[in-house]
């Protein structure tokens, strides 16, 4: 994302300008606009014009439109499928990244005088890639939205992990970025029950062209000349990577490819997990290998963290809470290290509701306290928001049913301190 410009005074009032450029700054624009919010953008409208003998044309045209928005949608893009027998990319292709194809959708009233379009008439902006995008908060830009507009403008990002996770026959093409995981491809190749006579069986046919046909899908969907790729993951249960990457390794010597060669054998992770299925790079990304390498990363840090709270739950409950109300009575105790929440609270449409979890992520952190902030669009930040979207490991235990007797005491005090006072403040004066 590029930061085109910005203008936010003290007290949050003012615009931020962004230039979107790939998948992921469309989620990061999805992230940032709100209910509410006036977003300017570039825009396609038909104008009907009546000429001076009363006949009517219609005719595009294009503009810059500003909208109070009233509906925003995001999808990411598809990931389409193949098998053997489709069309194979010729010998000597070579990696290409993958294009923007998440499309972000932003509806409301037009906001702004324009001569093409009248005000309040309803109108769909779709935000094109490399397309300035100019956003004002009615409400107000807080902590959380700046940090995200500071975040997605920081240069030479992209997908860090690129990923197969395969089976006898299936493979699962992934991509794994800060904020997304997008499954680009995947294929399915009919393999027939191995036979235990050596040779040319046709077990061993069925493999050599799923092996021949992940290869192409491979060169095709997974980016490995990106500078910004750290890592490539073949990932199964048995042994299936373990031949995958050995096919990978001979055919890109058999077509002379000495870029992908080296790219495999410099990059290459191979992870056993349960599963042939893309929720399977959870396990991916809480192994000793690949969290060594990429230590540094966002969404390990996500794997990681969340592992440590499940850990937690089942060795300390006491020092592993979740849901909105208790991570909010761990919080007034300071009790909070780490505080785990998804970025889907903060699309909250209630401007009131954002507010609560932007000052709770503010307090903990003034208290000294780590905040991952999970993105919805990876498997570890989903599994999150089904377990309400928020959790916090605890510095020291608390026990839930303890703390909530003491805050019914404290409300009950109060209300009879109240009622004290009112007692006491009633009476009439001397006669």
Not at 47 to 71: D, F, M, P, W, Y
Request: net charge negative; proline share 4%.
């Amino acid at each position: 994302m590029k930061l085109v410009g910005k203008f936010v005074d003290k007290s949050g009032t003012g615009y931020v300008n962004l230039r979107p450029e790939d998948d992921e700054d469309m989620w990061h624009l999805y992230n940032l606009i709100q209910d509410g919010d006036l977003v300017r953008a570039p825009a396609i409208r038909r104008v009907q014009n009546v000429s001076a003998t009363g006949s009517t044309e219609s005719h595009r045209v294009k503009l810059n439109l500003t909208i109070q928005v009233s509906r925003v949608e995001f999808s990411s893009s598809g990931a389409p499928s193949s098998s053997a027998d489709q069309a194979s990319s010729p010998a000597g292709s070579s990696s290409a990244a993958p294009t923007t194809t998440a499309a972000l959708h932003i509806s409301g009233p037009v906001a702004a005088e324009n001569k093409h379009v009248k005000m309040g008439a309803y109108h769909t902006l779709d935000v094109e890639s490399n397309r300035d995008v100019r956003i004002e908060k009615v409400e107000g830009w807080d902590s959380v939205a700046l940090a995200r507009v500071e975040e997605s403008c920081v240069p030479g990002r992209g997908a860090e992990v690129g990923a197969v996770v395969c089976g006898e026959g299936t493979a699962a093409f992934c991509l794994l970025s800060q904020h997304m995981t997008l499954v680009t491809h995947r294929i399915s190749v009919p393999i027939p029950r191995k036979a235990s006579a050596p040779g040319t069986s046709q077990y061993e046919k069925a493999m050599a062209r799923f092996y021949a046909t992940l290869y192409d899908a491979f060169v095709r969907h997974i980016p490995y000349t990106s500078p910004s790729l750290r890592a490539i993951v073949f990932a199964s249960p048995g042994w299936v990577r373990e031949g995958v990457f050995n096919a990978m390794m001979t055919e890109a010597g058999r077509r002379g490819d000495k870029t992908l060669s080296k790219a495999l054998r410099e990059k290459t992770v191979k992870v056993h997990v349960s599963s042939p299925h893309v929720h399977s790079l959870v396990e991916v990304l809480k192994s000793p290998e690949i969290v060594a390498q990429l230590k540094e990363t966002k969404f390990a840090r996500e794997g990681v963290v969340l592992d440590k709270f499940f850990k937690m739950l089942g060795v300390d409950e006491m020092r592993a809470w979740y849901g909105p109300d208790h991570v909010r009575l761990a919080a007034d105790r300071g009790a909070i290290g780490t505080l785990l929440i998804s970025d889907e609270l903060f699309r909250a449409s209630d401007p009131k509701l954002r507010k609560i979890y932007v000052e709770l992520v503010e307090g903990v952190q003034q208290k000294g306290a780590e905040v991952v902030m999970f993105s919805s669009m990876h498997e570890s930040g989903q599994q999150l928001n089904q377990l309400t979207g928020i959790a916090a490991i605890l510095t020291y235990p608390l026990d839930v049913e303890v703390v909530e007797a003491e805050e019914r005491e404290a409300r009950e005090e109060e209300r009879r301190q109240q009622e004290t006072e009112t007692v006491g403040g009633g009476g009439g004066g001397v006669g």
